[in-house]
């Protein structure tokens, strides 16, 4: 009997299944590119982008916030980009008063505004407090933008924008996840960029003394 873990049961299984979930989000293109659309003009017109989610999706919702305020691959101005997974002092001080649940949409009633977007992530799609996020949201009048395993759960229903992985293991629609996440802060810099060069080149010199 061998000591170690079967090879073909832990690389070669996972490598294979995360290829298979690659493959199958190339068919949502569109959406992701309507979402794309959707965050580069909430920047633009001077919104910000909240994030929320719980373990791995925390991680991932501050790994995201942190490539928008600061950079992705071009140098340009910082961009206004939240997550609220970070204050230790406000997650246990709502938790202790309200409850988890309301952590993150406490937040949000703070924070968040008309023409601000939040991005909500569970794998389930159930996850009570970001669901409880995105109805602040909705009663705001913010966009709402879900990342999700197969089926969406309760975050189907919130989400003007959801993101579905079409998978149920946890890991795969991490991975998704975040290979998403990095697609769309490309986007929004290459966007940001584009629309200030276009804004320089159209703007009226000033008199010079």
């Not at 290829?19 to 199958?24: C, E, S």
């Not at 009663?139 to 998978?167: C, I, Q």
Request: glycine content about 10%; hydrophobic content about 40%.
């Amino acid at each position: 009997m061998s000591d170690h873990p079967n090879v073909q049961s832990v690389f070669f299984r996972a490598i294979t299944d995360h290829l298979d979930v690659v493959k199958a989000i190339t068919v949502q293109q569109e959406l992701l590119e309507r979402i794309a659309g959707d965050l580069a003009h909430t920047l633009a017109t001077g919104g910000k982008i909240l994030w929320c989610g719980n373990g791995g999706s925390a991680g991932d919702s501050q790994h995201l916030a942190a490539e928008i305020v600061g950079r992705f691959r071009r140098e340009r101005k910082g961009l206004a980009s939240i997550a609220l997974t970070t204050d230790t002092s406000i997650l246990t001080a709502v938790a202790n008063d309200y409850g988890y649940d309301a952590v993150f949409a406490r937040q949000v009633e703070a924070l968040g505004q008309p023409g601000d977007l939040i991005v909500g992530i569970s794998t389930s799609g159930n996850s009570r407090n970001v669901v409880a996020a995105l109805e602040t949201a909705r009663k705001l009048n913010m966009k709402t933008v879900g990342f999700t395993g197969e089926g969406g759960g309760r975050m189907a229903t919130l989400s003007d924008h959801l993101f579905a992985v079409p998978s149920r293991d946890t890991a795969r629609i991490q991975e998704a996840h975040i290979l998403v996440g990095h697609m769309l802060c490309d986007w929004i810099e290459l966007d940001w960029l584009q629309s200030s060069s276009a804004h320089a080149a159209t703007a009226t010199p000033g008199a010079t003394r």
